[in-house]
């Protein structure tokens, strides 16, 4: 099967921090792009998206910026909450497929 | 967000035995389904793409005889492992796509499968 990455790395902040998550891709021609949040024992949680045509995308407290030039996406957690605490996953898609990049495990400090 | 269902959550079955997890788009019409497996502490690992009516394209590495996908309908795809093993002890998890936004994937809750 297809995946990037073996094992997570992982980000430990203070809570009410800001949070940068980042993860590169593989494919130049992907055109959508994902961030999923995923809790332990349990599927992964949409958070925010982004298309090729854009270079920012802002949410609730989550901000995704696409660098196409490096092929580097990264997700940005503003005010990072104890509850904002799982692995986080970037996702392209690539030939009608979703493929995952590597995770970052993100643990919030109280 | 959509609602993607999988059941069984969790299964021990004897090894030599088949297990079937069933993966439901509950409010929308999924034309497009994949099933993933994960390890743990790692990325989930891309198993197969199937299209409602069509048969599944599976990834490199992946036995299709031994893991049986089946999306008869645009709501329900169902993974079959048969003949399990340990060595296929995994969290599989399963997607949908579809809808009123066809790039959006929406995330079932995973099935914990043990083979002892």
């Known amino acids: 099967g297809e995946s990037v990455g073996l094992h997570l790395p992982t980000l430990s902040v203070q809570e009410g921090d800001n949070s940068i998550i980042n993860c590169a891709y593989s494919?130049?021609?992907?055109?959508?792009f994902i961030w999923y949040k995923q809790e332990s024992g349990k599927g992964p949680q949409f958070i925010i998206d982004i298309r090729s045509n854009m270079d920012k995308r802002q949410g609730q407290r989550v901000t995704v910026l696409l660098n196409k030039t490096v092929k580097h996406l990264s997700l940005q957690i503003a005010a990072t909450q104890p509850g904002d605490s799982a692995v986080y996953f970037c996702?392209?898609?690539?030939?009608?497929?979703?493929?995952f990049g590597q995770g970052t495990e993100l643990s919030v400090k109280p | 967000g959509a609602v993607v269902s999988q059941h069984p959550s969790r299964v021990i079955c004897k090894s030599g035995t088949s297990v079937k997890i069933e993966c439901r788009s509950l409010?929308?019409?999924?034309?497009?389904m994949f099933w993933y497996r994960q390890f743990p502490k790692q990325s989930l690992m891309l198993m197969a793409t199937?299209?409602?009516?069509?048969?599944?394209?599976?990834e490199q590495g992946v036995e299709k005889d031994k893991f049986l996908i089946n999306h008869a309908s645009l709501t329900l795809s169902t993974l079959t492992v048969t003949s399990a093993h340990p060595e296929d002890s995994s969290f599989y998890i399963c997607s949908a796509a579809g809808g009123a936004s066809n790039t959006e994937a929406f995330f079932g809750q995973g099935t914990r499968l043990t083979v002892v």
């Open positions: 199937s299209n409602e009516g069509s048969k599944a394209t599976y």
């Open positions: 996702a392209e898609k690539k030939g009608g497929k979703l493929i």
């Open positions: 409010d929308f019409q999924a034309t497009t």
């Open positions: 494919n130049s021609a992907s055109d959508y």
